[in-house]
């Protein structure tokens, strides 16, 4: 290694501030590069793209030796198609003859021949590091959007992230000699919001502030919180939904009759029980619904219910967990154009309600730009604060409120509607500490717990494929970072929920035809997803500028396929995220503060005491969450973008058969998947 790059490498392991991707010359970096190869990446035998499944199969043209996932999903579209493989046994096929050996569902036909597309690759490509931010921006002009989205597809830019080189002097040395440099972020301010930040210096130091353009950017995608009049109404279409057998009647294969027609009876029943269910609960409003026969004519009663459902969904992940897939699918039918005849040109649909939206239509954006709106939305949290500090900070923050409500208030918008854009905003932040923290704490663990470079003695993190279970070969070095690349690409997944959840409703409801087909998880809705594609684009190359060039496993991201098959069931697989990490993180922290003299003995003779236990769970986790385990079948899971998830969850689904299964329950496990209630 060059001295210049030496001296370089241990001012950034020297400083744990220090950011992990700095400006070079062109020699340095491609130096760097080439450097940071190890030789397990360049091992015989292994797939040249993700480097840590076997290859089976070598292209003829490219001269690559690749495993069965990255084979299809290079080669699945334009000249590459057209290339020739050979197996190990020297049996050469075509493209065709390949992807219909991994039993992959059969291109569709029709107005949406591009669904068959729709496994989104994102290539690894280390030299372009540099290249512009903006390249992950949604275009303004995509006409795969719904006509009822247009009026604000202008909203549909992805958020900038701003990544700085700044170096702060202090903290402890570290040796640790990896080609990652992962600086500590849980005492940094976010990557991706350091666009939007003020940094007011005094003598006491620097107090971060969010800055007005966070705000509009953010405000795009957070929805409006509810009302008392909305809940009302929320309540009619969860009790609507939890009487329906919509998808038994309509998702079903083989049976005589035609399909519009029986899509047309659901949604008229579908309509008539909400109308009865309004009559019995207020009777008066029920009356006027009730007076109109067509339900047409009661079409904006029908599209404000549903818009409410999708709305209290989104900012509520763990509520509606049955009944929004009914909605759903029910609003999937009903933006068909077809059906929209049978039912007399009836939209069920309307554009989200959201902050910004909200305030747009009524003349008040200036309270986005107000710089009191940070305080008035900044979360009072007791962590390691007295009750003086609290109380004057809930004073402070219900001031800056009232404030506010007074300063934009005006005939087209009164106080009580800003307050509510202001406690939607506040929801924003909630829904991330609850949701994005739990990753953020797990790669503190990572960094804590474990020397990427040198495995402590009982706890080393490699995986050897096909003992154990593993579908992957990584030293602990490489399985360290691999871990630590994933944490970091779900911790953007879900800073950016509401956005990817924003843009999944409007492909799913945008009146892409969908084929119904099963997967091998029963029946599901395939469907091409391109918002959310382009969305997941841009976060994964941007996680893959920030930890580096040496990036670990495959860059397929499966959408529209047997895997992921449309937008509802990608929001499903990570909204799973917290649910997987939060009981870990408890029991973690609940670990040191067993006091019970007999709980002590028990952890001591059983685990060798409270810090032992901790590196068991965590061992254990780093090491069968993320081996690539997991799927139906072998050519599924492993290291893509999704089969990260599916691992985590296969590990979470085998809990109760680990010994330390009884220090979960111990400290309040009940279960990785929540309530359905």
Request: hydrophobic share 30%.
């Amino acid at each position: 290694m060059s001295s210049e790059s030496t001296n370089k490498l241990k001012r950034v392991l020297d400083n744990n501030d220090a950011d992990d991707i700095d400006e070079e010359d062109g020699d340095v970096s491609m130096n760097r590069k080439f450097e940071s190869m190890s030789e397990d990446e360049e091992t015989p035998g292994m797939c040249c793209e993700c480097t840590d499944q076997p290859s089976v199969v070598l292209c003829l043209e490219c001269k690559d030796e690749l495993c069965e996932v990255c084979s299809i999903s290079i080669h699945r579209r334009g000249t590459r198609r057209s290339h020739k493989f050979k197996n190990k046994d020297d049996v050469e096929f075509t493209f065709e003859q390949l992807n219909s050996n991994t039993h992959r569902n059969p291109p569709l036909h029709g107005k949406d021949e591009e669904i068959q597309t729709n496994n989104i690759e994102v290539e690894n490509n280390s030299n372009n590091n540099n290249n512009n931010n903006n390249n992950n921006s949604i275009s303004n002009n995509n006409n795969s959007i719904n006509s009822m989205y247009r009026g604000t597809s202008n909203i549909a830019n992805s958020l900038p992230f701003h990544h700085t080189n700044q170096q702060r002097n202090g903290g402890g040395s570290n040796n640790h000699q990896i080609n990652n440099h992962h600086k500590d972020e849980d005492e940094e301010i976010d990557e991706d919001e350091e666009k939007f930040i003020h940094k007011n210096e005094d003598l006491t130091g620097f107090v971060p502030k969010l800055s007005k353009d966070w705000f509009i950017e953010r405000s795009k995608f957070i929805p409006v919180r509810l009302n008392i009049r909305e809940r009302n109404d929320l309540r009619l279409l969860e009790a609507a939904l939890h009487v329906s057998e919509y998808t038994d009647k309509i998702d079903i294969i083989h049976v005589g009759g035609s399909k519009s027609k029986r899509i047309n009876e659901q949604l008229r029943s579908m309509c008539a029980i909400l109308s009865g269910l309004l009559v019995a609960s207020d009777f008066k409003k029920g009356q006027q619904l009730v007076e109109n026969k067509d339900f047409f004519e009661n079409e904006e009663f029908f599209q404000n219910v549903f818009e409410i459902g999708r709305r209290h969904k989104i900012m509520n992940p763990a509520k509606m967990r049955t009944e929004y897939g009914k909605m759903i699918h029910l609003l999937q039918d009903a933006s068909d154009d077809d059906v929209k005849k049978n039912l007399s040109g009836l939209n069920m649909i309307k554009p989200l309600k959201t902050v910004h939206l909200f305030l747009s239509e009524r003349d008040g954006l200036k309270l986005l730009e107000d710089p009191l709106l940070e305080v008035a939305t900044r979360e009072v949290l007791a962590d390691n604060k007295t009750r003086p500090q609290i109380q004057r900070e809930i004073h402070q923050k219900e001031q800056a409120i009232k404030q506010l409500s007074r300063r934009y208030s005006s005939s087209q918008l009164r106080s009580e509607e800003i307050e509510v854009c202001i406690y939607s905003i506040c929801d924003n932040h909630t829904f991330l500490r609850e949701n994005r923290d739990p990753v953020k704490k797990m790669k503190h663990l990572l960094k804590e717990y474990f020397d990427p470079s040198v495995p402590e003695k009982g706890f080393s993190l490699a995986l050897e494929h096909g003992i154990g279970g593993a579908r992957l070969s990584h030293n602990h070095r490489k399985q360290y970072n691999y871990v630590y690349q994933s944490l970091s690409l779900w911790q953007r997944i879900l800073h950016d929920m509401f956005k990817l959840w924003y843009f999944a409703e409007v492909d799913l409801l945008g009146g892409h035809r969908y084929q119904l087909s099963n997967t091998g998880q029963g029946l599901n809705r395939i469907q091409s997803c391109p918002n959310v594609g382009k969305i997941m684009h841009g976060i994964l190359r941007q996680t893959q500028q920030k930890v580096g060039d040496d990036w670990v496993g495959s860059s397929v991201i499966h959408l529209g396929d047997h895997n992921v098959p449309n937008s509802l069931v990608f929001i499903d697989k990570y909204t799973q995220i917290s649910r997987i990490l939060s009981p870990i993180v408890l029991t973690i922290e609940f670990i040191p503060k067993i006091k019970d003299p007999n709980l002590i003995r028990y952890i001591q003779s059983t685990f060798g005491g409270p810090e032992h236990l901790t590196k068991i769970i965590l061992c254990d986790f780093f090491k069968h969450a993320f081996d690539g385990s997991g799927a139906d079948n072998f050519f599924d899971a492993g290291s893509c973008i999704d089969g990260r998830l599916t691992s985590a969850w296969q590990w979470s689904a085998q809990i109760a058969k680990k010994n330390y299964y009884p220090i979960f329950l111990l400290a309040g496990f009940s279960g990785f998947d929540g309530s359905f209630n």
